[in-house]
């Protein structure tokens, strides 16, 4: 992390969804740690997430601050922003990390899942960006990171809606780095392949019942087949991937779909 990139970051106010678990909370201790002032998001009540909130602000100086709100729902995506705003300033990075897997043949996908994902993952996006645009526009700067995946690129079977949702999302981060590209303003996709997760530490789980293997041979043979450096990627790097894009290395880069995957899209 270039202190150049501290520079761009520090003092602006970041809004990172879904940043509880995972990758969000390695970006919102990556953002902390570069001296943004950070509003956290999950669905959890907030005294059971004084812990986490706690870990974040130890990250490094940036104020930190949380709303539970379900981002499936329009409206929740509108006040979270609202709040953001009232309490930290209108966000000048947006990280649209949320998000919810589900795996299951086509013909067997439940409906409600399909909605779920398609509105967790890909309209809260656009409701986000749509409320925090005019101010990053009018202040001319802003940065719009998209969590997106390798499945925002190529397809898996059995994750329907994940990968129609993922292909999207990479498609709203163009249209929203056109749109903005004269202004001071990028928008990115970031598209991790595995990373090491609560989200994928539940799918070894349910794939080793289901197959009846030790979650040893799952993550070798199943999980880990397709990224060819058969790694697991770290919530720390997508941190400072966030980090370099908000900063002078990431000025030029925009309506890009940044693979992070160890090689996994390069087939
Ligand atoms: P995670 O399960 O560890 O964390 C998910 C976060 O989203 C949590 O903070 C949770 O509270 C929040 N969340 C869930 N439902 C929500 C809702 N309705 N409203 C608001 N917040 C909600 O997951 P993760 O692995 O860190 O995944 C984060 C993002 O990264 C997702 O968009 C996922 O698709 C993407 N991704 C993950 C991987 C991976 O290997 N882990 C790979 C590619 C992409």
Redesign the pocket.
């Known amino acids: 992390m270039s202190d150049q990139s501290n520079q761009d970051v520090k003092g602006r106010t970041a809004l990172v969804?879904?940043?509880?678990?995972?990758?969000?909370l390695g970006v919102a201790k990556a953002l902390v740690a570069a001296g943004a002032n950070v509003m956290v998001?999950?669905?959890?009540p907030k005294g059971d997430v004084s812990a986490i909130l706690d870990e974040i602000r130890g990250a490094g100086d940036g104020q930190v601050d949380y709303v539970s709100?379900?981002?499936?729902q329009a409206t929740e995506v509108a006040r979270l922003v609202e709040e953001t705003t009232t309490r930290l300033g209108a966000p000048d990075i947006l990280v649209n990390?949320?998000?919810?897997?589900h795996v299951s043949p086509l013909e067997d996908f439940p409906a409600e899942k399909w909605e779920l994902i398609i509105s967790?993952?890909l309209s809260a996006a656009f409701h986000s960006t749509k409320a925090c645009l005019g101010h990053m526009k009018t202040q001319g700067w802003g940065r719009i990171i998209n969590?997106?995946?390798?499945?925002g690129i190529v397809a898996s079977p059995f994750k329907s809606a994940?990968v129609a949702a993922?292909h999207g999302l990479n498609g709203l981060t163009k249209v929203t780095a056109l749109e903005a590209a004269e202004t001071g303003v990028t928008c990115n996709a970031i598209c991790?392949?595995?990373?090491w997760?609560?989200?994928?530490a539940k799918q070894i789980d349910d794939q080793a019942k289901s197959h009846n293997i030790p979650k040893e041979d799952v993550i070798r043979d199943i999980i880990l087949k397709p990224q060819p450096n058969k790694q697991f990627a770290t919530v720390e790097e997508i941190g400072a991937l966030t980090v370099f894009l908000c900063g002078m290395g990431g000025r030029s880069i925009t309506g890009a779909s940044l693979p992070v995957d160890g090689g996994w899209t390069a087939h």
């Open positions: 969804t879904g940043s509880t678990s995972g990758i969000g998001n999950g669905r959890t709100a379900d981002l499936s990390n949320a998000g919810v897997q967790l993952n969590v997106s995946s390798a499945h994940y993922k991790p392949g595995y990373v997760t609560p989200l994928v």
